[in-house]
DNA sequence: ATCTTTATTGTATAATCAACACTATATGAA
DNA sequence: TTCATATAGTGTTGATTATACAATAAAGAT
């Protein structure tokens, strides 16, 4: 019934995060051919004995020290020819992580650097189309769930999770608005503490009542 | 790189239809251990140059002989143990055909036949959860798009589209809604054509004015 | 005090949703 | 030809939700 040599399979990972007021995302310099010398998404071959979540997961801490994250699969890309090495079949992950996060320290000694979504570099692979299909669903995500809650911290500013919807959607939202939305969903718990900036009024801070995942109606328009 | 000899992958669907008043799915008998005798879902191993889509295009049509119909991945399962043969990765895919469709000519000799979503047998593999898989993203998919009306033929009068939102989604819907709701979308073509039963009125018949895939705002509730 | 910066709050209008019941038109039987 | 039956078709009202829009509050710096 197999009719020839397996295909070989991976785990790639589109790691989204927030900081500098944008849609970051992060990318690794591969170090062997093919490709070598260009950007590409963190990622390897599966394990024996090992899930997909699981190689998805250890890829990313490899990469980037980061254990805790929101974690789900995206797609699966399998197009004979899209590795030159030979056939390879690329289950693809979505992960967002709290900003800011440093990320410097991967035991993998590969470079691994935050790129702008506005501004990604010349990528191996498919991993341009990869990236787009990560982006149509954070946004699609975004609109009905609570996902983009996991690019905040544990204590933020009203304000702090508008600008993640802003700066998914692209749209600017009424504040107004947006806060009445939000509130009225009752699922975040205002806290004591404020936030104290230069020259400003001082931002109540809230934190989510839960950590998992709600299905919300359709979000904003 | 490799660290051990690489998953099979194959890919596997879930066909559904709407007839005799219920939501069906096919499955096929299988004529080979493991799980000899028991009933699986249509799929099989990708074959050399074969993209993921065209593999399970190429088994639904072995299994069915259908070959016009919506086709999408549904998510990639890849747990070790899930197949005793050994490591396999399964990328699942969903689809839709319209009813009446008979299904018996598959050049396979494979046994095939519909099951109602309600009263299925016992499952090879873990093809349970594959299933419960793709009845949920099939609700999920009412909601917000059009893809429901896959499930319908050409012509096809009000009742029968609200027939299909009731089956899927198990719910009662208000006729004066529903009609009121769909038609101010625009997205149908009401026909000169009637259709005619025993003593009742006639049905007036609408058509899709596209085939295309429409992201709805969220439908029902 | 005053200036600057960001935080916070409410109202009026429009659009959408949800609940609800009667009339229309065909067939077949009396 | 009338009547029974079965499904098709149609509007209104009140409730909820979405949208548009601008003034005041609190802190720090000078």
Same mark, same amino acid.
């Given at each position: 019934?197999?009719? !020839?040599?397996?295909p070989?399979?991976?785990?790639?990972v589109?790691? !989204?995060?927030?900081?500098?007021?944008?849609?970051?995302?992060?990318?690794?310099?591969r170090?062997?051919?093919?490709?070598?010398?260009?950007?590409?998404?963190?990622?390897? !071959?599966?394990?024996?004995?090992?899930?997909?979540?699981?190689?998805?997961?250890?890829?990313?801490?490899?990469?980037t020290?980061?254990?805790?994250?929101?974690?789900?699969?995206?797609?699966?890309?399998?197009?004979?020819?899209?590795?030159?090495?030979?056939?390879?079949?690329t289950?693809?992950?979505?992960?967002?992580?709290p900003?800011?996060?440093s990320?410097?320290?991967?035991?993998?000694?590969r470079?691994?650097?935050?790129?702008?979504?506005?501004?990604?570099?010349k990528?191996?692979f498919?991993?341009?189309?990869?990236?787009?299909c990560?982006?149509t669903?954070?946004?699609a995500?975004?609109?009905?769930?609570?996902?983009?809650?996991?690019?905040?911290?544990?204590k933020?500013?009203l304000?702090?999770?508008?600008?993640?919807?802003?700066?998914?959607?692209?749209?600017?939202?009424?504040?107004?608005?947006?806060r009445?939305?939000?509130?009225?969903?009752?699922l975040?718990?205002p806290?004591?503490?404020?936030?104290?900036?230069?020259h400003?009024r001082?931002?109540?801070?809230?934190?989510?009542?839960?950590?998992?995942?709600v299905?919300?109606?359709?979000?904003?328009?």
């Open positions: 019934m197999i009719r !020839f040599e397996s070989k399979v991976t785990a790639d589109v790691l !989204f995060s927030i900081y500098n007021d944008n849609l970051q995302m992060l990318l690794v310099k170090k062997n051919p093919p490709f070598r010398g260009q950007w590409a998404l963190p990622g390897g !071959f599966l394990e024996r004995k090992e899930s997909l979540l699981a190689a998805a997961r250890r890829e990313l801490f490899e990469e020290g980061v254990r805790h994250l929101y974690l789900e699969q995206l797609y699966t890309f399998g197009d004979p020819g899209r590795d030159p090495r030979g056939r390879v079949v289950v693809a992950y979505f992960a967002l992580v900003s800011p996060l990320v410097s320290a991967g035991s993998d000694a470079e691994a650097k935050w790129w702008p979504a506005g501004g990604l570099p990528l191996a498919d991993h341009k189309r990869i990236i787009e990560a982006l669903r954070l946004r995500k975004l609109e009905y769930t609570n996902v983009a809650w996991s690019l905040l911290p544990k933020f500013a304000t702090d999770l508008q600008k993640v919807y802003e700066l998914v959607s692209g749209k600017e939202l009424d504040k107004r608005n947006f009445k939305k939000i509130l009225s969903l009752g975040l718990r806290l004591k503490e404020r936030r104290t900036g230069a400003q001082p931002a109540r801070l809230y934190a989510f009542k839960t950590k998992k995942k299905e919300l109606k359709r979000f904003f328009k």
